[in-house]
């Protein structure tokens, strides 16, 4: 026989109460104004999930302040949180490195098939120094490699499946000629590089020309 208690027992709204709760807690706890360690608890959750430089790091912590204020003390006072000395401490320890993040995302773009002026407009958003972008700006050989990789992947000049016939209009010849070096160009690819690739009648002749590059790059270093 079933009770009367079990019969009208709100089983059914007990664990929504429950998980309300803790629900609120975490709102609260993430929308609360900072103080030294919160803000520092943001600033090592950044650097753990994203490879950033000392100006986004700073930046972003800049805009949390904004958004979420800043606690009072003990004594009911507002104290100023040191941001720039925050992003110094995580320097010295290991956790920013403005010429690492330099170094990868150049790779990265060019592997992506972005040339380098593309490259330095991303190191110099990312507050990326001078002289680190210069460091890290993609050489001659990776510059042309970078511009082969984005003509095979939108099948320009030579990569293109289909040889324009010989009674090709040349209005629409000159119009896909003028459309693939606008595209290179948005890419960050020198014109030279650009028109070395879409003059060439084979496609071997391009990889010649990165090797031809690359093995120049590899005597100076010695290799």
Request: charge should be neutral; glycine fraction near 6%; avoid cysteine.
């Amino acid at each position: 026989m079933v009770s009367d208690e079990s019969k009208t027992s709100p089983i059914g709204s007990a664990k929504p109460a429950r998980k309300d709760r803790p629900k609120r807690a975490r709102k609260s706890k993430k929308n609360a104004p900072l103080d030294e360690t919160s803000l520092r608890d943001l600033a090592l959750a950044y650097v753990a999930r994203f490879a950033t430089t000392a100006a986004k790091l700073e930046g972003y912590l800049a805009r949390k302040l904004r958004e979420r204020g800043v606690a009072e003390d003990a004594d009911g006072r507002v104290r100023e949180l040191d941001v720039a000395g925050l992003v110094s401490r995580l320097i010295e320890l290991g956790y920013v490195d403005d010429d690492a993040y330099a170094r990868s995302r150049s790779r990265d773009l060019t592997q992506r098939g972005y040339g380098k002026r593309r490259v330095e407009q991303a190191l110099w958003a990312a507050g990326v120094e001078e002289q680190a972008r210069s460091d890290h700006a993609p050489s001659e050989g990776a510059g042309r490699r970078a511009a082969m990789l984005l003509a095979k992947k939108r099948r320009f000049g030579p990569f293109a499946h289909a040889d324009p016939t010989d009674d090709e209009d040349r209005e629409a010849a000159r119009k896909r000629r003028e459309k693939q070096t606008a595209a290179m160009l948005r890419a960050g690819h020198i014109f030279d590089h650009i028109r070395f690739i879409l003059e060439a009648t084979e496609p071997e002749a391009i990889e010649d020309w990165v090797i031809e590059a690359e093995d120049d790059e590899d005597e100076r270093d010695g290799w």
